[in-house]
T-cell receptor
Framework: KAGVTQTPRYLIKTRGQQVTLSCSPI?????VSWYQQTPGQGLQFLFE???????NKGNFPGRFSGRQFSNSRSEMNVSTLELGDSALYLC???????????????FGEGSRLTVL | AQSVSQHNHHVILSEAASLELGCNYS??????LFWYVQYPGQHLQLLLK??????LVKGIKGFEAEFIKSKFSFNLRKPSVQWSDTAEYFC???????????FGTGTRLLVSP
């Protein structure tokens, strides 16, 4: 079956712009979580959604937001982009709402954002 | 707040050498612990996990990890590495009751043939 699909795979933006990233989970998976991966910080948790509800949020400014749709697809948005937002943004899905607890997460290939 | 420390950022080994990657976490309560691996050009995937019971857990590809509660550590080991183990390894912790997974900064392992 198809894995977690993230679009776009690569994008370049300039400071001050906003960006929307999309994540389509594995069919049947209801939980989606987002992570920011940078060389110096590793993976940092952004937020987690289950059945369209955000259940937890990481320590990121309000410029970072997300949502989940009824078909479990999720989007994250970053407004007023800064140079430091350049990163690989990873999405992970899990079948149950306990993927973050059990570690049974399926990751996508990520969306690589470069902010100039 | 929970945090995870991986002290080795880059490790270079020759094939057949033994591997130990350090992982320490900060949280006083019950935790679930994980090691994930990201091979070049591939998705991040779960290598092994610890919930409770035997503190020595075995994962895929000959990897194992030992949970030492008194040291808040969950070190990853492999007796004899192969070139195909070249990857980035991430330790992660979930504190019981929190819907959040906290990762370390990762360790890049390069195994030379």
């Amino acid at each position: 079956k198809a894995g977690v699909t993230q679009t776009p795979r690569y994008l370049i933006k300039t400071r001050g712009q906003q960006v929307t990233l999309s994540c389509s989970p594995i069919s049947g998976h209801r939980s989606v979580s987002w992570y920011q991966q940078t060389p110096g910080q590793g993976l940092q948790f952004l937020f987690e959604y289950f059945s369209e509800t955000q259940r937890n949020k990481g320590n990121f400014p309000g410029r970072f937001s997300g949502r989940q749709f009824s078909n479990s697809r999720s989007e994250m948005n970053v407004s007023t982009l800064e140079l430091g937002d350049s990163a690989l943004y990873l999405c992970a899905s899990s079948l149950s709402g306990q993927g973050i607890v059990t570690g049974e997460l399926f990751f996508g290939e990520g969306s690589r954002l470069t902010v100039l | 707040a929970q945090s995870v420390s991986q002290h080795n950022h880059h490790v270079i080994l020759s094939e057949a050498a033994s591997l130990e990657l350090g992982c320490n976490y900060s949280y006083g309560g019950t935790v679930n612990l994980f090691w994930y691996v990201q091979y070049p050009g591939q998705h991040l995937q779960l290598l092994l996990k610890y919930f409770s019971g035997d503190p020595l857990v075995k994962g895929i590809k000959g990897f194992e990890a030992e949970f030492i509660k008194s040291k808040f550590s969950f070190n990853l080991r492999k007796p004899s590495v192969q070139w195909s183990d070249t990857a980035e390894y991430f330790c992660a912790v979930n504190a019981l009751g929190f819907q959040k997974l906290v990762f370390g900064t990762g360790t890049r392992l390069l195994v030379s043939p």
